[in-house]
């Protein structure tokens, strides 16, 4: 009896993309189930940059805990490491059209930001 050689396994492809945003959908950062809705809209609201094939691509993510368990929902965005509190669907709208596109984080929704 002569034992198989596993087949080698072949890596996925990651498609370029610009940021990932992710939000929290624990249950003491959002005790009111928005996150799910928060995710739903930010699909919609994205447009161009939500396309798979665009390099600067936002990449999205609901995530069960980012940590902070307090004043949410939580969105963070990543690569720049700009984390906002008390997302609700205005301020999401604010966080793509003036942090995603126009590249200003939100101010009075920012609480921390990686490095600091």
Aim: hydrophobic share 35%; net charge negative; aromatic share 8%.
């Amino acid at each position: 009896m002569t034992s198989a050689q596993p087949l080698p396994l072949t890596p996925p492809v990651m498609s370029a993309y610009g940021s990932h945003l992710l939000i929290c959908a624990g249950t003491y950062c959002d005790p009111e189930g928005q996150a799910q809705r928060l995710y739903q809209r930010l699909a919609l609201r994205l447009g161009e940059l939500g396309r798979y094939d665009n390099p600067e691509r936002v990449k999205r993510g609901l995530t069960p805990c980012l940590g902070v368990c307090a004043g949410g929902p939580i969105v963070v965005v990543y690569p720049d490491g700009v984390w906002y509190h008390h997302v609700d669907e205005a301020v999401l709208d604010r966080i793509v059209d003036e942090h995603l596109r126009d590249g200003k984080p939100v101010e009075e929704f920012v609480f921390h930001r990686l490095g600091e």
